[in-house]
């Protein structure tokens, strides 16, 4: 006798979507088991934010608030490109000469021949690009170690803008448009503007994400950590500009200093776009493969050579970009432009955001938290008055310690099987 089972049709088991209390206790796990992410950083920040405060209260006003955002610009902006080479598990220790060399052809395009700002601006991210595509092909075709060929270009690089600078001659640098970009200030509504955009394009990518996930019944987190995620943001972002847009002119009747920097946004949206490029591209997929295990990504079939140029194009494009904002910072470029710890603290600020030295990982918001880092730490030690020796020594331990944190979370993944 044959006995038939039916089975009732009916919807599918569904995965019962996380609690908070499930959500917390991931991330604890996590974080026990050596992903500590940002989390260093951010407790850094805070931490040097309150003492800071604590010590000269003047650290917490306005006009001090918006130094540490020019201040920090450049380095933020070539440690968000050195992010690249380093997620390779390469280096380059010629990203602070290079962003020299780039601005003083800017400065020479600019005002020895007379051209257009936009015509300056293509003129350095173009040297950039070929720097880049020059330590790249170097590094990955013709095998000479990353180390050895960026080394051998911060040597050269030094000569180069000398050479570009007249053995020793200041440009000065009188176009509006380049001045602007960490001179000039946003009014305050149009701050307002730019702030709303950035949280409501924030809170629809999230909850696109989150609804995208839910469909396709993947585990994601709960909707109200992704409100928190978002609100987080918005009182952020609501606070930099209420204090932005505060009066910090000694003289207002002269001249108004309201509003947020130039440079602000344009580090914004570097930002969102190379964050884009990692998280959401099959480009910042192969990336993470080769930086993750290169043998393992050319037998999958990423052209590993490709991925590692491009790395370089892309660092050195930044540290371009970095020197045209350091040359509007100083009105000029000089022999010393990405010179002296330029590089120490772009790659100081790429590894004390979280930025992993032996590569496979990081994010681009790693460069950004590492510059703040950087910057309070410059602009504190600043204030309370204290030497340049202290202000190396302090802040090499501080790179130190980040360096001992990414070792040590390394080996915790590796114990407990999360890497």
């Known amino acids: 006798m044959t006995t038939t089972v039916v089975q009732q049709e009916g919807p599918a088991a569904v995965t019962p979507a996380p609690t908070v209390g499930d959500h917390v206790r991931s991330y604890v796990a996590r974080v026990r088991g050596g992903d500590l992410g940002s ?20 650290f917490f006003s306005a006009a001090n608030f918006a130094n540490l955002f020019t201040q920090g610009a450049a380095v933020t902006v070539i440690a968000m490109g050195l992010i690249f080479v380093l997620l390779l598990g390469e280096i380059d220790l010629s990203a602070g000469f290079a962003s020299g060399v780039c601005a003083a052809i800017l400065a020479n395009v600019v005002t020895v021949l007379g051209y257009p700002w936009y015509v300056a601006v293509l003129a350095a991210l173009a040297t950039g690009v070929v720097i880049g595509l020059t330590l790249g092909f170097l590094v990955a075709k013709v095998g ?31 176009d509006g448009v380049i001045v602007g970009i960490e001179n000039d200030r946003i009014p305050p509504a149009i701050g307002w503007l730019l702030a709303a955009v950035a949280v409501l394009g924030y809170a629809a990518a999230q909850l ?8 396709r ?94 790395a370089f194009v892309i660092c050195s494009a930044m540290a371009a970009i970095g020197g045209i ?10 022999p010393n432009t990405g010179g002296s710890n330029v590089l120490l603290y772009a790659v100081g600020a790429a590894v004390i955001g979280g ?45 130190l310690l980040a360096a001992g944190v990414d070792a040590l979370s390394r080996r915790r993944s590796a114990a407990t099987g999360t890497r």
């Open 39 to 58: 989390l260093p950083a951010v407790i850094g920040l805070v931490v040097l934010c309150l003492v800071f405060a604590i010590v000269r209260p003047v």
């Open 144 to 174: 000479i170690p990353s180390f050895v060929v960026t080394l051998a270009g911060f040597l050269a690089f030094q000569g180069v803008v000398l050479l570009l600078m007249k053995e020793g001659t200041n440009i000065s640098i009188s």
């Open 208 to 215: 696109l994400r989150h609804r995208n996930r839910v469909t």
């Open 217 to 310: 019944g993947l585990i994601t987190d709960p909707v109200v950590v992704v409100l928190a995620r978002i609100a987080g943001l918005a009182v952020l972002i609501g606070l930099a500009v209420l204090v932005l847009n505060q009066e910090r002119s000694i003289n207002p009747l002269i001249t108004s200093n309201k509003g947020m920097p130039v440079v602000v946004p344009i580090i914004g949206v570097l930002l969102v776009f190379w964050t884009f490029v990692l998280n959401r591209t099959a480009y910042g997929r192969h990336l993470y493969a080769v930086g993750g295990n290169q043998e393992a990504a050319r037998r999958a079939g990423i052209n590993v050579d490709r991925i590692k140029i491009s």
């Open 325 to 334: 904002i350091a040359a509007s910072k100083d009105r000029s470029v000089d």
């Open 355 to 399: 930025t992993s030295l032996f590569g496979g990982k990081g994010r681009m918001i790693n460069a950004v938290l590492g510059g703040a880092v950087v910057a309070v730490i410059i602009n504190g030690m600043g204030l309370l008055d204290l030497s340049s020796g202290l202000k190396y020594i302090f802040t090499g331990l501080v790179l």
